[in-house]
T-cell receptor, first 118, second 109 residues
Framework: GAVVSQHPSWVICKSGTSVKIECRSL??????MFWYRQFPKQSLMLMAT?????????EQGVEKDKFLINHASLTLSTLTVTSAHPEDSSFYIC??????????????FGPGTRLTVL | GENVEQHPSTLSVQEGDSAVIKCTYS??????FPWYKQELGKRPQLIID?????GEKKDQRIAVTLNKTAKHFSLHITETQPEDSAVYFC????????FGKGTMLLVSP
């Protein structure tokens, strides 16, 4: 149980294009999902908290117009990197909250998406 | 906001030795402390967690201790094996997880 999938696992795109990443909880419903960014040999940095049916909450310094998040159902959240640039190249990882609704609890992570912007 | 410090950044041990990784947190309201293991290019995997109403938790070769007064928690791995080699992250939660910078553990045969 508690499986989270992420698609695609890797993507290469040209500068200026947009990329959509999907995060799905396969065997449980997740009111809350999270999007992280991880640079090589660094820790996970929370970008935003995605709440089903409402607007995402972005961390300080994360541009909400650049990183669009949609949590349309209890099993799917999407992150769209708009007008991607080489500095957006990174490992993007989602997680899903396995805990009680409204209370962050155990998080299970997706396998990550490696984005390379040329 | 919450700040989590993790030490050491790297740890090399011989197979069979014990390994200890320590973390401190700043916000006394934090009430959930998970530990994740991440192998290169893969997802973080939850290996053990502890809540603020418990002082110690053990799962086979892995144990975690929590000192709320000192705002300090530690991961203990006994009888280490080469497959334990990975990066380990601690985290503290007051609604969202704040991660430490990670510890690269290398277990040599």
């Amino acid at each position: 149980g508690a499986v989270v999938s992420q698609h695609p696992s890797w993507v290469i795109c040209k500068s200026g294009t947009s990329v959509k990443i999907e995060c799905r909880s396969l065997d449980f419903q997740a009111t809350t999902m999270f999007w992280y960014r991880q640079f090589p040999k660094q820790s996970l940095m929370l970008m935003a908290t995605s709440n089903e049916g409402s607007k995402a909450t972005y961390e300080q310094g994360v541009e909400k117009d650049k990183f669009l998040i949609n949590h349309a159902s209890l099993t799917l959240s999407t992150l769209t990197v708009t007008s991607a640039h080489p500095e957006d190249s990174s490992f993007y990882i989602c997680s899903a909250d396995y805990g009680l609704a409204g209370a962050t609890d155990t998080q299970y992570f997706g396998p990550g998406t490696r984005l390379t912007v040329l | 906001g919450e700040n989590v410090e993790q030490h050491p950044s790297t740890l090399s041990v011989q197979e069979g030795d014990s390994a200890v990784i320590k973390c401190t947190y700043s916000d006394s309201a934090s009430n959930y402390f998970p530990w994740y293991k991440q192998e290169l290019g893969k997802r973080p995997q939850l290996i053990i967690d502890i809540r603020s109403n418990v002082g110690e938790k053990k799962d086979q070769r892995i144990a975690v201790t929590l000192n709320k007064t000192a705002k300090h928690f530690s991961l203990h791995i006994t009888e280490t094996q080469p497959e334990d080699s990975a990066v380990y992250f601690c985290a503290a939660s007051i609604g969202t997880l704040t991660f430490g910078k990670g510890t690269m553990l290398l277990v040599s045969p």
